[in-house]
Nanobody, 115 residues
Framework: QVQLVESGGGWVQAGGSLRLTCLVS????????MGWYRQALGKQREFVAN???????SYAVPVKGRFAISRDNAKNTVYLEMNSLKPEDTAVYYC?????????YGQGTQVTVSS
C-alpha cells in the first residue's frame, strides 16, 4: 500500500499563494488518479482537484481558476498550487491516491488563510 506525505501548508493572508506537495512512497504512474481533498473544522471532507493518468484534471467549482494540480511521475510527487487564497479555503488538505475503488489518504497539512 502506498504512503503519502503532504507538506507546504501554513498561514497566509487572503490573496496570497501556497504550494502543497505530496510525496508518494509508490509509483504514482500506476494510480488511476491522484487528488487533493480538504476538510474544514466541523465540515465533511470535500473534493478539491484530481489529475488522472492521462494528465487530464478536474477541479471543484470553488477553486477552479485559482488552484492548479500537477504531477511529476519521476519524483512520485503531486502538487497543488493555490493562488488568490480566501479565508474559506482554510482547511486541512489531504493528498489521495486512487487505485480502482481504493483510496489512500495522507495525514494532511493545515492551510490557514486570514482575512
Amino acid at each position: 500500500q502506498v504512503q503519502l506525505v503532504e507538506s507546504g501548508g501554513g498561514w497566509v493572508q487572503a490573496g496570497g499563494s501556497l504550494r502543497l506537495t505530496c510525496l508518494v512512497s509508490g509509483n504514482i504512474a500506476s494510480a488511476d488518479s491522484m487528488g487533493w481533498y480538504r476538510q474544514a473544522l466541523g465540515k465533511q471532507r470535500e473534493f478539491v482537484a484530481n489529475i488522472r493518468s492521462n494528465n487530464s484534471t478536474s477541479y471543484a467549482v470553488p477553486v477552479k481558476g485559482r488552484f492548479a494540480i500537477s504531477r511529476d511521475n519521476a519524483k512520485n510527487t503531486v502538487y497543488l498550487e493555490m493562488n488568490s487564497l480566501k479565508p474559506e479555503d482554510t482547511a486541512v488538505y489531504y493528498c489521495a491516491a486512487i487505485f480502482g475503488l481504493s483510496v489512500t489518504y495522507g495525514q494532511g497539512t493545515q492551510v490557514t488563510v486570514s482575512s
